[in-house]
């Protein structure tokens, strides 16, 4: 069970910080992932976290999101910096057994983050 928070408007250049707090077992040895969907476009990968701390970025948020977990605390994060318009969207974490695809995995219900110009 995840369930994201953090979410919420702000101005352009602004920060948020999500979080993603799992429950109902451990997901230290698990990938986790952040989704963003954004109003009438599909779901798409913004950035996942390995359980070796590896991690990866769509290229639209490079250099300006941060991902990281806290395996004692259960929680996974996305550190969102210089935030534009282009940001707006429904975001999701996911967990899920590496290699496994996404789909396999676990899903939060979302939080809304909003950019205004």
């Known amino acids: 069970h995840l369930v994201e928070s953090g979410g919420g408007s702000v101005q352009a250049g602004g920060s948020l910080r999500l979080s993603c707090a799992a429950s109902g077992g451990t997901v230290v040895t698990y990938c986790m992932g952040w989704f963003r969907q954004a109003p009438g476009k599909q779901r798409a990968w913004v950035s996942f976290i390995r359980p070796d701390a590896i991690t990866a970025f769509v290229d639209s948020v490079k250099g300006r999101f941060t991902i990281s977990r806290d395996n004692a605390k259960n929680t996974l994060y996305l550190q969102m910096n210089s935030l534009t318009p282009e940001d707006t969207a429904t975001y999701y974490c996911?967990?899920?057994?590496?290699?496994?695809?996404?789909?396999?995995?676990?899903w939060g219900q979302g939080t809304q983050v909003i950019v205004s110009s």
């Open positions: 996911a967990a899920a057994r590496c290699g496994r695809g996404w789909d396999s995995g676990v």
